[in-house]
């Protein structure tokens, strides 16, 4: 298995499906959106698996109405996915930003840091 690794946070709504791509060895993020659907995200995380062929994704997002539907689609497409509980995803305090863009970038980030529940 690859030691490059690439977390990808995805915020799931209805309207689009955000995403950040974490590389923890550089601090860098890639960010995007995609139509709400499995194969537009499928499709988006091929072509980051094909700009970055030597990384292995390791994508997650928190549970909601779709609950493990959109996992069992990336598994299918041997996409590493798992399903955050959302009582595990740390709360900043004084910090009342909420937008799909910015949630997406903390669940990279702290599924990066291993402090997340699956």
Do not use: W
Request: hydrophobic share 35%; glycine share 6%.
């Amino acid at each position: 298995m690859s030691k490059n690794l690439i977390y990808v946070g995805v915020d799931v709504d209805d309207n689009s499906f955000h995403f950040n791509a974490y590389f923890p060895k550089t601090g860098e993020v890639l960010e995007s959106k995609t139509r709400p659907t499995a194969k537009g995200l499928i499709s988006k995380m091929e072509g980051i698996k094909k700009k970055f062929p030597d990384h292995t994704l390791k994508i997650c997002y928190e549970a909601t109405y779709i609950e493990h539907s959109l996992q069992r689609e990336l598994l299918a497409d041997n996409l590493d996915c798992v399903v955050v509980a959302p009582s595990s995803i740390p709360r900043v305090h004084g910090n009342q930003v909420k937008t799909d863009r910015v949630d997406a970038g903390k669940l990279a980030q702290f599924y990066a840091a291993g402090i997340l529940t699956i």
